[in-house]
């Protein structure tokens, strides 16, 4: 549990479509709560509604719009810490801008990248991008015929393993996450 003067933070999850981000962003966020931490957990798929940017067109999907509204993401996020609280933000906002943006302008950045191998995450499909894209019905999907700019310098990279759930992920980033705030203090 962290002090009431303490500064607020956030906590980037980032990865491809299918990744883990929302699970492992909801496991983390309740773990943390759990722990007496007031957070705020955000959700790409649910911003995306709330920015009005769903429609699967160019103009939503490209790239110079993806990044516009990343960088809406890391602005709301900033605002949202500022208030002393943690942010637990799942998106997929895979774009060097973003990150050096994020590492120059959010209190308490962390940044976590879920890497997954293609194989898999067209075998866990969740939304079906991944059949949709293959059968030509959607274009603009990251990772595929979008460039992504994978992170550079994660603070937490986890590298796909299926003998590693997500709760146990969870619990090994938040013992991280207080070993980290130890040092500090």
């Known amino acids: 549990m962290r002090s009431e003067a303490a500064e607020g933070r956030v906590l980037w999850i980032t990865g491809l479509s299918g ?12 773990r943390l709560r759990a722990r007496g931490e007031p957070v705020v957990l955000l959700d790409g798929d649910e911003l995306r509604e709330v920015f009005g940017a769903v429609a699967a067109t160019a103009q939503n999907h490209g790239r110079e719009a993806r990044l516009a509204l990343a960088l809406q993401y890391a602005h709301l996020c900033q605002v949202i810490a500022r208030q002393n609280l943690t942010v637990v933000i799942a998106t997929i906002s895979l774009f060097r801008e973003v990150h050096a943006w994020n590492r120059a302008n959010l209190p308490g950045y962390f940044e976590v990248y879920l890497k997954t191998p293609i194989e898999e995450l067209v075998r866990r499909d969740p939304k079906g991008l991944y059949q949709r894209f293959q059968r030509g019905e959607i274009q603009h999907v990251a990772g595929l015929d979008l460039a992504i700019d994978e992170p550079e310098s994660a603070d937490w990279l986890e590298e796909f393993s299926s003998q590693r759930p997500p709760h146990v992920v969870a619990e090994a980033l ?12």
């Open 19 to 30: 990744a883990g981000k929302s699970t492992l962003a909801a496991e983390l966020a309740q």
């Open 174 to 185: 938040l013992n991280h996450l207080q070993k980290e705030s130890a040092h500090e203090n």
